[in-house]
């Protein structure tokens, strides 16, 4: 009896284990016929609305394309890790990166050329044109514009209720925002009207919006053209909103994070910002969504402009041809408008903050209702210049110009841009191919 | 065995003269001396044994005569022996040596500690003793050696020697991390030398350098010495002055740059609140003060740990040359002056090579605090290599700069080392 027991033991034994493997090897030839893609940009789980909403979509796409499993990896674009991660050959084969790294990225070789795809594309032709154009180098499409973000002024509703503005009349010129901030920059209450960080990035959208231009391509060739006198009104407009105004923040090298700090403790009324810290402000800081607003750009003596961007879906040139083949499906389900439509309804049920810029700028979902306000800023929003060597051009004017006017009184922005602009010329646009 | 006295050097000891006793356990022989040599005896040693027996036992009185002395006392038996009274040659540590080196010959020896730690001192400890192996053999004790230090050397192998070997091939390229790298030669060093940039961060390196050794060398050994002094609460000082060391550099960058906050900083409300005319000052947005700011914060986390370093030296310094001092007449002050400081003084030599290297190196702290600005006048090597090399991804021209930093890191430390070791000599 002993004997049956231990034999009918062991047969039960063999029999789990080979069951175990018969399936454990039909799992290995299934996940072998599977092309695994590896994606950056998973949302974190302390965004949990964020990662439900991501891991329904890859739910969708792996239920309509069978033959792809997606592998996410929490991480976003940062150039020092995607660098190190593409040396060492473990870079993810999509991932999404700033417009305005493409062109460094595509010189790198790190980028495939999406030519062949853009071409077939149904989206190609509501893709906002000039966001479209920032992915070109040397002639060829280098990524799909994802999302998009514009940059506005920012506004503390409370703050200009308790001073006695109207909060649905954000300044709308120059003069009223020098006026506005000052009404609302209380010194010894350690309040400040405006909240403005000395960068190229902003600084461009004052050029714009005074009629200038920060480069100029001239018989194929690009040269500055931040040292005209439209560049130096708006350096000068700068100038007098700390000196003569006195209503920026008093460490004028402040980081944008550190801004939104300020901000968000109501130590600044205003500021620049992109539509992409909304979420944060409301989820990291727990700020009221009415209590404050957001609005286009004052308009300059030139009129309205504010600078576009956004992230750009990208496709490693060193992954193979099948993983290439399905990330592209990915970007046309991901920015397909059926998609965009199904995100932006399972956001208004999950009650998630929504702004335009999270959406594809082919769709229509920027004229929802809810977007008005901005729609105006959209319409004048230009992208920043798109030559080569301009990356350098702006770490050079953001170093010393700009930070220039901020801490010396006596700062002569003529002379200052006038001086760069030289430099410019010589150390970087004269040693670059000219416009991409 | 109760008085045994072998030998007296004072000529009023009455004992003196009179015959030693001899210990119970020597009585029986050498037997009894638990000289574990070896576990396997060989003829050689045998051989050995007995001729130490027939001289221990069996030696002949001066005057002559032959074979066992029985009835003999043992300090008799003592006295005959030849080596105790000048007659032989060969010294027992002699005599145990050639035991030893028969033993190698032979190939018994299994652990030589071993048979060191019999005699009180190593027997030629800079004498390869092969244990009966090759000095290249993997099992030989030298080799032992190396197989204890291969982890360590293969990790430094792997993290700092491959990198720089690397970094010094893409040094001479543009670089393109798909392996499209164009060889150029020296130009990313030439370039370097021609970069007025380049050479402003060296300066500001330097001036970060000679600032944080003029406000940070001299305050940890102060507070060493006050805390080897107190008697009570020597652990509670310690640990607060260790904190901000403790305190990872990022969050304790982050904390300094509020407190230097132009408009929202604790120092500027209390320049104010001292006097309305003392500020606000832009500590990190003056250029004037943007350097000394970060060096005060450096300062501020590296005391604690280096007044550590000090304090466990002190640890060391004999108790006794206060004492002495003191008898002599000496006060506080030549104590600190004469004793103290001159036995920190090895000490002081490796931390201001460390504390020079650190400095040199900078990074976290200014990236977090100013990212190199106001208009670079805080912009060190680290930075404006890592802008370099991640801003503009030029890698080829960064690594050059890297390279030229370990130079001049490199040729600093090893004069240092060697002006160190003339000194001790």
Known sequence: MKKIFILLLLALLVFGLSQFLMRRNQKDLQDKTLVHLTLWNV??????????????TVQQFESENPGVKIE????????????????????????????GAIQTLANLGFLQSVDSQIQNWSQKDFIKPVLLESTKVDGHFYGIPADTYFLFLLYRKDLFTAAGLNPETPPATWDQLAETARILTHREKGQYGLGLVPKTWYFQDFVWQAGGEMTRVENGKVRSAFFEPAAVQALR????????????????????????????????????????????????????????????????PAGRAAHLGGDVYVINATSSDEKKAAAWKWIEFELSPANQLRKWVRMHQLKMFIFPGAFSSATEIANQP???????ALETARVEPHVNGWPQVRDLLDEDPLQNIFLDQDADPQQLLLTYAKEADRNIFAKVKGAP | MTDYKPFSIYDDDEDKNKPVPIPDELKEGPANLNLEIEDVPSPEDEATRRELMRQFEGAPAPGGGSGPAKEKSPS?????????????TESVEDRAKSMIRKRQDSGKIRDRRKVAS???????????????????????YRAQTFWFLLPALLFFGLFYLYPMVQGFQISLTHYSPLGMSEPVGWENYQRAFQDSLFWQTVVNAAAFTLLSLALGFWPPILLAILLNEITYGKGLFKFLYLLPFVIPAVPAANLWKWIFDEGFGVLNSILQWVSPSLGPVGWLTDPRWALISIVLMFVWKNTGWFMLIYFASLQNLPEEQYEAAEMDGAGVLKKVFHITLPHLVPVMWILSIIQVLTTFQIFTEVYVMTKGGPMHATEVIGTYIYKTAFGSMDLGYASAMAMLMFAVLFIFTMARFLQLKRTSR
Do not use: C
């Not at chain 1, 009415?290 to 609005?295: E, L, M, R, T, V």
């Open chain 1, 43 to 56: 949302p974190p789980k302390s965004l949990p609305l964020d990662r439900q909403l991501w891991e329904e």
């Open chain 1, 72 to 99: 996410g990896v929490e991480r976003d674009y940062q150039p020092e890790e995607f660098i190190t991660v593409m040396a060492g050959g473990k870079g993810p084969d999509l991932v999404k990166v700033w417009v």
């Open chain 1, 237 to 300: 407009f700068w100038k007098d909103l700390k000196w003569k105004y006195k209503v920026l923040q008093p460490d004028p090298l402040m980081t944008e994070a550190e801004l939104l700090h300020l901000f968000a403790l109501g130590k600044i009324a205003m500021t620049l910002g992109t539509e992409n810290l909304l979420p944060s402000l409301i989820t990291r800081y727990k700020i009221d969504p009415q209590s404050f607003g957001i609005a286009p750009l004052p308009a300059g």
């Open chain 1, 370 to 376: 809810e977007f008005k306000m901005v729609k105006d």
């Open chain 2, 76 to 88: 008799a038996s003592m006295e005959n022996v030849p080596f105790l009274q000048g007659q032989s």
């Open chain 2, 118 to 140: 019999i005699f009180d001192k190593p027997i030629e400890p800079d004498k390869s003793i092969a244990a009966g192996k090759a000095f290249w053999h993997p099992l030989s």
